[in-house]
DNA sequence: ACCTGAACACCGTTCAAGT
DNA sequence: ACCTGAACACCGTTCAAGT
């Protein structure tokens, strides 16, 4: 648009010539601090020193950009897995994959908007598939058939990767003033109650209502215990 | 944009005028027939017989139509689990629970869009509330502390809706032609090992990879039964 | 009060043209 | 080979004008 001055490119950092790689850097870093909805081929273009259509040399089109953070986002992930300190799958499977999967929720949680666009893409990334074969796996060292492993895949679903939609986030629940509380016993009763009584357990409130990582624990270990139960009755 | 004519009148269904309702209601069938992508102002008025500005008479802007379609929506839920057949909960929490979350589920299964759509309001809906506020309802009569009910909510997640985003669908789970699952075979060894052992299971096939409505079911009664160890064993 | 057309500020993407 | 500007077909939405 401006011409180019020697100001530019003395204030731009050297000029690295485009590649895919670099768009799908960018992409992640551009949704990590704007947010989803800033992820737009102009901007992301804008981020990295070009016009929106050069990106179309290195990328598909914008479904490809979202494929491609994915693959990013989900090569994190499988770098903490594998540097997460965790027993043995064949001396204690529950450990292994409990701590892999907390080793994934760690990486999404400094990637807020990936689950969202994990759960948009129609077809099932390899690097999605590569990381439940590797659930699979510590789960038939741990000694499940095919089929129980089968289950497992979707009783975690999302799990799996350390993650959870949660739909329902009470909204009072960190400013419990009365007179909302008051407004939502008619309506809610059984809700008002929950949030009253958490609060009484927690009078300085400085804890907040939910502690996501500690339910999440507490639902993945649920569900482990579980899994773990089918796998001695069954065979 | 072309003057009405006579025609028009006869071939049109007699003009309603527009309303609130009106305009969420052709929201869903749109939704329904062609997909949530097809769910645009433009598209919604022309739907109705309008012009996309007439829209804003009725709803405040297309984050108030998507509102409204989860709020529908959650009324059809609401309907089909008031009519349920279930036991009484303070009898069998499990039982009158489970009802209710598989009549969810059929809803659910009628508009596929709808968990989408579900989970990308960032107010929680009052509905959802409501909902919830039946589960814990259940939970309560069944014997559950509020911390216990608060624990299940977590566990449960949109389960408690009838839906779980699946990220995992094995694609070749439906053709496993002999060639693409050799190639998977290298790279994904234990999910063409889950594939292998699940083909050879159901020679025939038909039933085909997932019967998903099974595996919901296998995963709610899991997750269940470990809620109901909790509460007896807590207290 | 209810509805509308034109217009605005955005999208993703195609195309023909530049170096 | 790589990048670009103009243009196209869409979005959601504002505004001033119609009945």
Not at 11 to 36: C, Y
Not at 87 to 98: H, S
Not at 190 to 218: K, R, S, Y
Request: net charge negative; proline share 4%; with cysteine.
């Amino acid at each position: 648009m401006t011409p180019r001055t020697d100001a530019d490119e003395l204030t731009e950092r050297p000029r690295v010539p485009l590649s895919r790689r670099r768009v799908l850097r960018a992409a992640v870093e551009l949704a990590d601090r704007d947010g989803l909805d800033a992820l737009t081929m102009r901007r992301l273009a804008q981020e990295v020193g070009a016009e929106a259509m050069s990106l179309y040399h290195h990328v598909a089109n914008k479904e490809a950009v979202l494929d491609g953070v994915v693959e990013v986002v989900l090569g994190e992930i499988a770098a903490a897995v594998e540097d997460v300190a965790a027993p043995a799958a064949a001396d204690d499977w529950r450990g292994a994959l409990r701590a892999r999967i907390l080793a994934a929720r760690d990486v999404l949680l400094r990637h807020r908007w990936a689950p969202a666009v994990l759960e948009s893409r129609t077809t099932t990334s390899p690097d999605v598939i590569a990381y439940y074969d590797g659930v699979v796996g510590i789960l038939r060292a741990g000694g499940f058939s095919f089929d129980l492993a089968h289950r497992a895949l979707h009783v975690l679903g999302s799990r799996a990767l350390g993650f959870t939609q949660e739909l329902f986030r009470p909204d009072g629940a960190e400013a419990p003033d009365a007179e909302a509380v008051a407004g939502m016993a008619e309506r809610f009763p059984n809700i008002a109650g929950m949030l009253a009584d958490a609060v009484h357990d927690d009078p300085d409130g400085t804890l907040g209502f939910c502690d996501d990582q500690f339910e999440f624990e507490f639902a993945l270990d649920l569900i482990l215990d579980g899994l773990e139960r089918r796998r001695t009755a069954g065979s």
